[in-house]
């Protein structure tokens, strides 16, 4: 296990095993796979990438944001609203792809304006200042019923195209890990790491930690209001406690933390295993199935805080607890 490690912190190692993984996964329509297996693949496709958004700001960063689905829920709203929505003059109910570009813009837009004010926060305030942004944008689409169907939720076109869906969602997903491992090792990652390790010592560096905020702030929304698009096209209904679930928010935490927080691959890892496993415990334990996860995110603090990678000997990769502990230095410096 520790020389699979030292392959994927290799310079070319990593994005290499990654591209012939992708090679590979684009036949597994072609074997016979039925629908509802391609449809737990997309699932998990679609958790990768959810997953690997949330580590661009809450593991590369040092943000932990607790309301990151926000930005899920704009792109599915702003997909429903544009494909069923007639009433509004420049939507006459767009296709599928004429609204996907549309979906990543408003979530891009939405970061900018709120992490404008919530990123100068630090540790726990932006923690909680985003977590307040996500209870309060579910209530106000419930409360913007001509718009966006309130409480009564939106019914967008029933399309069904397992293949179709399988290969959008595994194309995304490549461009969005193949994104963050450039990310990484660019001048970009190192400066969002630096403003992790010590913010106060990156801007007396010259770096522009404000620039670098909102930029991984918005890429981070784009692909995840892409996600929340898709995922309420190919449930065809959304409503606010559907798309605004905040279990949503803590799975992406969870996923992070079990690969490795900062990493790129951890992401991946860490959100095929706890989705197979989510899954395994929820078909085994209807009941009690939140009350297992939450011991699980326990133990994972306790005993593994910097993930599978970092157990075996990633030395790139952070805690939580870590994070918050640099966030309460960064203040001390401060005052």
């Not at 040092?62 to 494909?83: E, K, N, S």
């Not at 599928?96 to 926060?121: C, E, K, M, N, Y």
Request: proline content about 3%; hydrophobic content about 55%; glycine content about 10%.
């Amino acid at each position: 296990m520790k020389n699979f490690s030292k392959i994927l912190s290799k310079k070319w190692g990593g994005l290499t095993l990654w591209g012939s993984l992708i090679f590979l996964l684009s036949f597994y329509p072609l074997t016979g796979a039925s629908g509802i297996q391609l449809f737990t693949a997309t699932q998990i496709f679609l958790w990768v990438i959810l997953a690997s958004n949330w580590n661009l700001i809450g593991g590369m960063t040092g943000y932990l944001d607790f309301g990151h689905a926000v930005f899920f829920g704009i792109g599915a709203y702003t997909m429903g609203i544009l494909v069923t929505n007639s009433s509004l003059a420049f939507a006459p109910k767009l296709s599928f792809w004429q609204a996907l570009p549309w979906t990543g813009i408003s979530a891009v837009i939405f970061a900018l304006l709120i992490g404008w004010a919530t990123l100068r926060l630090k540790g726990a305030y932006f923690s909680i200042a985003m977590l307040s942004t996500f209870a309060a944008t579910r209530e106000i689409v419930r409360i913007l019923r001509p718009l966006t169907g309130g409480g009564s939720g939106l019914d967008l076109p029933p399309v069904l195209n397992r293949p179709g869906e399988y290969y959008f969602m595994l194309i995304t997903m490549a461009i969005v890990v193949s994104l963050m491992w450039w990310i990484r090792r660019s001048e970009l990652g190192m400066s969002l790491v630096a403003i992790r390790e010590d913010e106060v010592g990156a801007e007396m560096r010259g770096i522009d930690t404000t620039f670098h905020k909102l930029f991984a702030f918005a890429v981070a929304a784009f692909f995840t209001g892409i996600c929340g698009a898709f995922w309420a096209w190919q449930n065809t209904y959304i409503d606010p406690d559907v798309v605004f679930f905040q279990n949503r928010n803590i799975i992406m935490i969870m996923m992070c933390m079990l690969g490795g927080l900062g990493t790129v691959w951890g992401p991946v890892i860490g959100a095929v295993l706890l989705y197979l496993l989510q899954d395994l415990i929820w078909s085994n334990l209807v009941d009690y199935h939140l009350l297992v996860l939450g011991v699980l995110l326990i133990l994972l603090i306790m005993f593994i805080p910097y993930g599978i990678l970092g157990a075996l000997g990633n030395y790139d990769t952070a805690s939580i607890v870590r994070i918050f502990k640099t966030s309460n230095k960064t203040k001390a410096k401060i005052k």
